[in-house]
């Protein structure tokens, strides 16, 4: 048997057929029925603990659910949080802990997979009220944006560090150079993603750049990090905390709130997209090509189903390609739908990143975006969206693995 | 003051071939003069970055070859932002993505030597300018890219 693909062939590799039986989808059967955060700080500002902020988070998600926290029996993370469950089962007095996830991978590309594999365990019987969870006190440890204090570099960082490809922007504006290049994008893309979340923040009093627009001019004017990238086309970089609280779609509907139901969710990356030194066969990629199918096959809706969009901000480039991929527009249609007009609530085509985001709400690694997502279909949002039933979440482009997500109201069901 | 010896300022992390050894050769390879990828012997394709198995064939049969050192801006960027403490002060620099078409399409980070400045045009050629770092402990030779 020859199932050795040429270099960069992607439709020569072998695929096992899938099993599409109906159990092996989570669609409608978990729903989110809590969401919780700490006050968003600046990095370095956060006033306690990080693993404080954890338990207050969780704390928050569970009053909103109107559930006992003793009644958690699950923890799901990603990004290698430094929070362990057993800890945090330990010091919340949970009375039996029957799941505990760690979702592989950096940036925020775990954000909605911690999401799906907490679904999983209550929809397979592991456990029946799990948190997912994401802290953060970067003032209290390693920045992201910096590079780390470390006198060699080996591995993967050997082939980059010593050219001064260290950072997060600095490793991805290789990929949106070549992506903008290939389909003729103009700047006024990346602005207008960077422009609606700094307009949605400006209602959000929980954003950190609440009160603080951002005009075009101020963009335009803002100095380069690494081209394309200039200053507000990064996220920022923040403390604090997040939690959602997942149960069975039969429990969320005697609780609090309006439950958010998981419709689908898919994580993973193309054909060796970690292949090292900026070798990914499908390189101008936010890595959904083959990720976002699987997600809009699993929740059965299609992108104009959508009613808002939540897409990880690591770079606005990562977000145009993120909208891209998941078949909101096409490339060549990306400098005439991205504009402010379109990307705002309540009336754009494509309300995108409606609390703020990553950019001017807080970087809490994305798991902010969830929240908003929840917050859509309950009415809740700082910037409603009129009638929203089906919401969707986009965590971590250009990163491997990514994932997404998609919530409806009952509905959709 | 004469012109600096490295396109970037010392001080950045210094490359280190990987306790395994999985990369030895490729950092041997750049103190000659040479760069080296993997080829695998058992179906000729090219690999790179290294590995220890061809993911091509599943074979545990991966040499290194030297390819000659040219190709073409794949991607680049020009990084304004110091995020280390060794790039404060140094302004503007650019790294590129060069593909090498002859050696199976494979990617090398580099900096692009010449006027930070300068119009940098995907699909250009381009070939290798080897730096070596002899005053470094231990010595070592990065890879950059002029163009052609």
Known sequence: MDYSPPYQMRNAIPTWERDAAPSRSVRGRVAVAGVGETPYYKHGRAPEPEVKLALRAILAACDDAGVDPRAIDGFASYSNDRNDPSRLAAALGIPELRFSNMQWGGGGGGGSAAVGNAAAAIAAGYADCVVVFRALAQGQFQRFGAAPPAATASGEAALTFPYGLISPAQRFAMKVMRFLHDHGIGPGAQRAIALASYHHAQNNPRAVMHGRPLTAEGYDESRWIVEPFRLFDCCMENDGAAALLLVSAERARDLRQRPAYLLGVAQGSEYRNAARGHNAPTYASASFTTVAPRLFAMAGVTPADVSVVQSYENFTGGVLMSLIEHGFFTAEEANDVLTLENLIAPGGRLPLNTSGGNLAECYMHGLELQIEAVRQLRGQSPNPVPDARVAMVISGPMVTPVSSMILGTHEVL | ?148
């Open chain 2, 1 to 148: 003051m004469s012109a600096p010896a490295y396109y970037l300022p010392a001080g950045l992390p210094r490359p280190v071939a990987e306790p395994d050894g999985l990369d030895a050769p490729y950092w041997e390879g750049t103190r000659v003069g040479e760069l080296r990828v993997q080829r695998c012997r058992a179906c000729r394709g090219w690999q790179w970055g290294p590995e220890w198995i061809c993911h091509r064939c599943l074979a545990f049969d991966l040499e290194w070859t030297a390819v000659e050192p040219r190709g073409t801006i794949y991607s680049w960027e020009r990084a304004w932002h110091p995020v280390h403490p060794a790039l404060r002060g140094r302004g503007p620099y650019v790294v590129v993505l060069v593909e090498l078409p002859h050696a199976g399409g494979v990617r090398m980070v580099g900096n692009l030597l010449g006027d930070p400045m300068q119009a940098v045009r995907i699909g250009i050629p381009v070939v290798a300018a080897f730096e070596p770092h002899d005053d470094a402990t231990p010595p070592f030779t990065l890879v950059h890219w002029r163009t052609a």
